[in-house]
């Protein structure tokens, strides 16, 4: 017995090797082949963007081309695209040495996630019975967009500390997890998330913690000269957070239903983001003796209100109830930064790289709550009769629910959507934490030299590289004198 658990440690604590030439390749080729196929057997273009629309605005009585979906829904998918793309690849390039890695395999990632999410999503909500063909159209985009956040989040959690042959496993999980638990929520329980609040920030944000939490390296300060920032690459990251503060309202109003809906998403949204902002600033203000603003909160705390919203975006929250969300959205992010990412990785032992803990999980969780809160409130004398009905969509088999049972079961969703990335990343960290995916050592992680050709510039003044402060990191938080902070022990007593 002890000679098989000495044998199994040794397996996995054996030297790390990076050369991927042949896994990468293999698993790429592999896959895109699989999605190929998979593709020629279950998909078909929808009615909307078929040849044979003609024929359908005929038989519809539909009188212009305007009508069709594709014009009402390809302005929000292109704010959702640009999101996925380059704010969160962008976001996340604040590290000095890992901006390549960061913005790359976020192109990798989205880019296979979107095809698995497609067929994923298809199979779940789509899939037409009589023909057994999967027929997608603008919304169908969207959708996988939505379902690939969903692992860009989780992806932040383990941000330089895995390979690009584990982040397409994490992916392939991740998307799989994402339409199950989609189905359960939106489809079974009937729970509205527009935005995602529960669906893609909560569960994403659980699952990547959940994973970093089982790839923990207890060795991870030998690359601690890799951690930090420098001001360009805060620059850098800051660009991917305008792009998301910007675009969030169209992220959770993208799959409203038209007219009042969708138009109520966006005010909401916004609104909430322009609260958030400043709660954040003052927090960020207030955590340091000097007031001087710390990057890492800018970056990220601003964005929290656009994730807490999402849930109740669509419903009559109202103006004020909005900017309410997104006051405290700011702080308690901001707080999260300051406290809780130091206790999770000293105490839980969960390297959090990106902090999506305070961007995405704690955020989600809170937006699952304002969602519940607000359904169960919900009257008539505030939507009309009609309008709780479309809001809710109590109809078919739905329609003699009450707004209390609605709040109960937004509820549920939320816990839902904790289990499955609690669980389901726990199962798949499992699986990536087996030594055969490529990952990179301790001391050369948050480097991209582990994975890219860099230029030759980079590497002839690599070593030469000088101690930078690190004055705006995630991971390594300034172990401050109490004195020097207006949080201190003496200051909160008094």
Known sequence: MGNCSQGCKDYFSRQKNTNIRLTLPVVCFVWQIAMIILFGVFIRYDEESDAHWVETKAHDNITSDIENDFYFRYPSFQDVHVMIFVGFGFLMTFLKRYSFGAVGFNFLIASFGLQWALLMQGWFHSLDPQTGKIFIGIESL????????????????????????????????????????????????HARDAGGSMVIHTFGGYYGLSISRVLYRPN?????????????????????????????????????????????????TYLCLASTVLTTVAISSLSQKTGKLDMVHIQNSTLAGGVALGTAAEFMISPYGALIVGFFCGIISTMGYIFISPFLEKTLKIQDTCGIHNLHAMPGVIGGIVGAIT??????????????????????????RTVLTQGGYQAAGMCVSIVFGVVGGAIVGSILKLPIWGDPADENCFDDEVYWELPDEEEEHQESIPPILEYNNHMIHKQQDLSESNFSVEHCES
Not at 237 to 254: C, D, R, V
């Open 375 to 400: 359904a169960a409130a919900a009257s008539e004398s505030v939507y009309g009769k009609q309008g709780l009905i479309n809001t809710f969509d109590f109809t078919g088999d739905f329609k003699d």
């Open 220 to 268: 991870l300060h030998q690359s601690k000269r890799m951690q930090g920032s420098v001001y360009h690459s805060d620059t850098f990251a800051m660009i991917g957070t305008l792009f998301l503060w910007m675009f969030w309202p169209s992220f959770n109003s993208a799959i409203t239903d038209h007219g009042d809906g969708q138009h109520r998403a966006v005010i909401n």
């Open 142 to 189: 969207i959708n996988a967009d939505f379902c690939v956040a969903g692992c860009l989040i989780a992806y932040g959690a383990v941000l330089g500390k895995v390979s690009p042959v584990q982040l397409l496993v994490m992916t392939l999980f991740g998307v799989t997890l994402f339409a199950v638990e989609e189905y359960i929520i939106l489809n079974l329980l």
